[in-house]
């Protein structure tokens, strides 16, 4: 029988129990739809994560203040006091490939602006973290070294604290209060978003106040949380890593064996462990819907049962006016892919639909690749014709004589 | 009727008395479980070409089990069967499909006719299988349709005809193949005596155009208007003689008077 009289017979087979067919395929509208919508998304988190790693340079490093072993008590990251501004400098001294460098120390904090309170992370550095980290401001202006010399109190918002804290104001040149100390507003940050993967916090929900006001005026500290440092190149990153690590155990009399009161991490290791990250994250969004792509063709198979036994009459015809094995199974199984087919195609305007809405209500960036769409494609067809083989070659199998006695 | 020539059938226009179906010691046992069921015993028979037969027998006698056969759609365990001088009885399942589709025309008691499927659809079947091109198939649905007396009927579904066109759309689609022997199983099993002979007048007018046709029945005034009768009983056939006086069905449908509608 040629294809388009299966093809058509299949049609009309499937229109007579529309309501049927219309809930047997959406199992498969779901599926599909679901992994192109959940692909779209881990794909998008993936290429944000690729753009932010490329935005912010392969070739950032930071050091990172360690942990501290009390008799075999270890404290996490961040708890070590020897990290301070003589080890900056002899990093910017002795380290040839670093570019520039920065103190990073943060406390949490509540800014206050008259009747307005925002909480979030203050930041002791220096202007030269603008310049690694290469954010630039979008209204006013850094402060100044000489800031950081006198310890003033001036303050560069994130994007997100201006937008809370002066929804209607411009806030460059007023002034806010931290730990009831007030500090005059100099700059507003650029946007940065969320940071990579998506699934981090908000980069843009922070303030930035000199080292010199923090340390002296806020935490009273004496050493530094952290340096951010920029390498001359990605490759040169490397070098600079060890080198760091060498200075720094030196200066701080790390004996061979000890362990470092310091890490360093080095962004292009990040950027790989954030790429691979997200990549797993989109296989494990994927493989998630696959299931419900699974137990669509379940569904399918389900209902294509039920039919063979329903139409056993209709198979004895057709078997004793000439039908072939083949021709039944044939019959049998196009009915199912068209099944699954039609589910499919209707399942990729709804993922592509949902992947649009997901980027507009959630505000992720969503990507839907043709390679998404047409994996679909045949893997839709692939679970018509996997789970449609059995109820088919049950339908063949049947016999004749058997068949046409059935009532 | 290009349809029925028998140019179709090369045979017969060299031999008149050839032999359409011939079976030789046919056995065929059923095993249900522990016991078996012997439901033909050495039948040896052979109908020519242009015969019309009525096969008779009470239920359980093997009639049906002996139309299987005939029909392809069985095998026999032992025995031979040869259709158009070709031993099919141990021929593999694609094969019998083949024959049943190209020298086999079936008719069913119940009609069989696929629901919501119009009558010319219903007809055309067999040419799909055939794999016939579109035109010629339509074409020779007609023509079979038309054969029957239904050529204005085409595009109805089988839920809008009376039981006599239902079976007369079976018997087209019967025919549409051009097949070397009709095997009606019942055919007037559902239907009133009058269609019942209507019925009867169409095959005896399809056999006079050369039409092989073997019937089984178990009515005896039905099997009255074939050439020959062939009685089954316990598996064996015990009586096989020529009809005689048979009665012209067309001539009969006069004498019935026609169903009051209710």
């Known amino acids: 029988m040629d294809f388009v009289s299966i093809l058509r017979i299949a049609l009309r087979a499937l229109a007579r129990n529309k309501l049927r067919s219309s809930l047997t395929m959406l199992g498969i509208i779901i599926g599909v739809g679901a992994v192109i919508a959940m692909v779209g998304v881990g794909q998008g988190a993936r290429k944000q994560v690729q753009d932010q790693i490329a935005a912010m340079g392969s070739n950032i490093l930071f050091v990172g203040s360690g942990s501290v072993n009390k008799s075999g008590m270890r404290t996490g990251f961040g708890q070590t006091k020897t990290l301070v501004q003589g080890d900056l400098d002899a990093i910017l001294r002795e380290v040839p490939t670093v570019v520039a460098a920065a103190p990073s120390s943060g406390t949490g904090a509540q800014i206050v602006y008259e009747n307005q309170n925002w909480s979030t992370r203050v930041n002791g550095t220096t202007p030269a973290y603008f310049e690694v980290r290469v954010w630039p401001i979008q209204k006013g202006a850094a402060f100044s070294e000489s800031d950081v010399e006198q310890a003033a109190n001036v303050i560069v918002l994130g994007s997100t604290v201006a937008k809370n804290l002066f929804p209607d104001v411009d806030p460059v040149g007023k002034t806010v209060r931290v730990k009831n100390l007030p500090f005059k507003v100099v700059g507003v940050l650029s946007s940065k978003g969320y940071s990579a993967g998506g699934m981090g916090g908000d980069q843009d929900d922070t303030a930035m106040i000199p080292i010199t006001t923090l340390m002296k005026k806020i935490t009273g500290d004496t050493w530094l949380g952290g340096i951010m440092l920029s390498a001359a190149s990605k490759e040169a990153s490397y070098a600079a890593q060890t080198q760091i690590e060498g200075l720094l155990r030196d200066r701080h009399r790390i004996r061979q064996g000890q362990d470092d009161d310091f890490f360093v991490r080095n962004m292009a290791d990040v950027a790989a462990l954030q790429d691979q990250s997200s990549a797993v994250f989109t296989y494990l969004l994927g493989s998630v819907a696959s299931v419900s792509l699974i137990v669509g063709g379940i569904g399918i198979m389900n209902i294509m049962l039920v039919s063979v036994t329903e139409r056993t009459r209709e198979i004895g015809i057709r078997m004793a006016i000439g039908a072939t094995e083949a021709d039944v199974q044939r019959q049998f199984l196009i009915e199912a892919v068209v099944l699954s087919v039609l589910g499919g195609a209707i399942g990729i305007v709804g993922g592509v639909g949902a992947s649009f809405a997901i980027t507009n209500l959630l505000g992720w960036a969503v990507l839907v690749s043709p390679v998404a769409i047409i994996t679909a494609v045949f893997f839709s067809m692939g679970v018509g014709v996997f789970f449609g083989y059995y109820p088919a070659r049950k339908a063949a199998r049947l016999d004749p004589i058997e068949a046409l006695r059935y009532e | ?262």
């Not at chain 2, 694609?94 to 079936?106: D, S």
Request: with cysteine; hydrophobic share 40%.
């Open chain 2, 1 to 262: 009727m290009d349809l029925l020539t028998k140019e179709n059938n090369p045979a017969a226009q060299s031999k008149g008395g050839e032999a359409v179906l011939r079976v030789v010691d046919v056995h065929k046992y059923y095993d249900l479980g522990e016991t078996r069921v012997h439901a033909l015993r050495g039948v040896n028979s052979q109908i020519n070409r242009g015969e019309f037969v009525a096969i008779m027998g009470a239920s359980g006698s093997g009639k049906s089990t002996f139309m299987n056969i005939l029909g392809c759609l069985d095998k026999p365990t032992s025995g031979q069967y040869f259709l158009d001088d070709i031993d099919v009885s141990q021929h593999s399942k694609a094969e019998l499909a083949l024959i049943r589709n190209r020298k086999i025309g079936f008719v069913f008691q119940g009609f069989n006719l696929l629901s919501r499927t119009t009558a010319l659809e219903n007809v055309e079947l067999p040419t799909l299988y055939a794999r016939i091109e579109k035109k010629e198939r339509e074409k020779r649905a007609i023509d079979a349709l038309t054969l029957v007396g239904l050529g204005d009927r085409v595009h109805h579904f089988p839920s809008q005809l009376s039981g006599g066109q239902q079976q007369r759309v079976a018997i087209a689609r019967a025919l549409v193949n051009k097949p070397a022997i009709l095997l009606a199983d019942e055919p007037t099993g559902n239907l009133d005596s009058r269609t019942s002979v209507e019925i009867m007048a169409i095959f005896q007018k399809l056999n006079d155009e050369g039409l092989t046709i073997v019937l089984v029945t178990h009515e005896h005034d039905i099997a009255q208007f074939a050439k020959r009768n062939l009685v089954f009983r316990d598996g064996k056939i015990r009586k096989d003689e020529l009809v005689k006086d048979r009665p012209v069905a067309a001539e009969v449908i006069n004498t019935i008077p026609e169903l009051d509608e209710d």
